[in-house]
């Protein structure tokens, strides 16, 4: 059996599997493809982000396990071509997310879209297409945790930091395969926002290195970063019960909202956890103390 045909297997069962699994959770309501992105690489089948979110958690699995098997500590200097390479991939994210929030944000100006209740409009192409380019930036993201495991700095590998890239990545196939538009805008261009910081820390941080006097000079801010990204979560959950209650079925579909809500509740407690034992518990001291860890 050649590759092509056994993926050709793979991808029928993985489809069949997936749609069967969503049209269930709709009722019995077939998942219908988006004209916008139909044709695009990773959105036409469910195939290529459940292999790359397998592939994902394998790489983590091996990972984790390769340096406790082998008792490996965190590098305490990190070799040149990784620390270039560190800073390479944050500023790329930290250029690529600002890219994506200005243009989804100028994009739904330019459609007169309120600030929540919008429709999904199959015209609107270039908004699209820019979800799809939040949805592909969820693969580039996987390379956050590979940075990790090739740093060793296994504290990092949390299960908030894996269950997120994981399952985003799911997510928004869906938005991206059936409506890249309308509501979707809003979750989009906030989450693109908030990793605008987000990639700005860690590329500091890259680059300032250990130095402790350095890194309080300037990274002093993390702590509120934290508090960013679970305020956006409240924003997002917000929105969904709003959308549930208030929101005409026909603008923006429905069980798209039952899975923002509840997976904003999902993230909350665990980033919520990740706050106490991070800022909270370790008391007053420890909490004023800058660190570069991810979270996200």
Not at 55 to 83: C, N, Q, W
Not at 206 to 232: D, S
Not at 240 to 259: G, M
Request: with cysteine; glycine share 6%.
């Amino acid at each position: 059996m050649g590759a092509t045909e056994l993926y050709e297997q793979v991808d029928g069962f993985v489809s069949k599997t997936v749609f069967d699994t969503i049209q269930r959770f709709r009722g019995g309501e077939v998942l219908t493809q988006s004209e916008i992105t139909k044709g695009l690489p990773c959105v036409d089948s469910p195939t290529p982000v459940v292999l790359g979110v397998s592939s994902y958690l394998i790489f983590v699995i091996l990972g984790l396990t390769l340096i406790k098997t082998l008792d490996l500590k965190p590098r305490t200097k990190e070799p040149a071509v990784l620390k270039l390479f560190v800073i390479f991939h944050n500023f790329v994210c930290f250029a690529l997310s600002l890219y994506m929030c200005v243009g989804i944000v100028i994009e739904a100006i330019s459609h007169r879209y309120s600030f929540w209740g919008n429709a999904y409009n199959s015209k609107q192409i270039k908004m699209g297409h820019l979800l799809y380019i939040f949805y592909m930036s969820k693969y580039i993201e996987f390379m956050d945790t590979v940075i990790m495991i090739l740093k060793r700095n296994t504290r990092q590998i949390s299960l908030l930091h894996v269950y997120h890239h994981a399952s985003i990545a799911i997510i928004w196939w869906i938005i991206s395969y059936h409506a890249p538009g309308g509501e979707a805008y809003f979750s989009a261009a906030l989450n693109s926002g908030v990793h605008v910081f987000m990639y700005l820390y860690y590329l500091l941080a890259a680059t300032v290195g250990k130095n402790e006097k350095v890194r309080r000079k300037y990274l002093w801010w993390g702590k509120y970063l934290t508090q960013i990204q679970m305020f956006q979560f409240v924003l997002n959950m917000i929105q969904a019960y709003t959308d549930l209650k208030f929101l005409e079925s026909w603008k923006y579909p429905r069980f798209l909202f039952k899975i923002l809500f509840y997976y904003m509740i999902s993230l909350l407690g665990l980033f919520g956890n990740f706050y106490v034992q991070k800022y909270v518990a370790p008391g007053p001291k420890q909490a004023g103390k800058i660190k570069s860890d991810k979270a996200e």
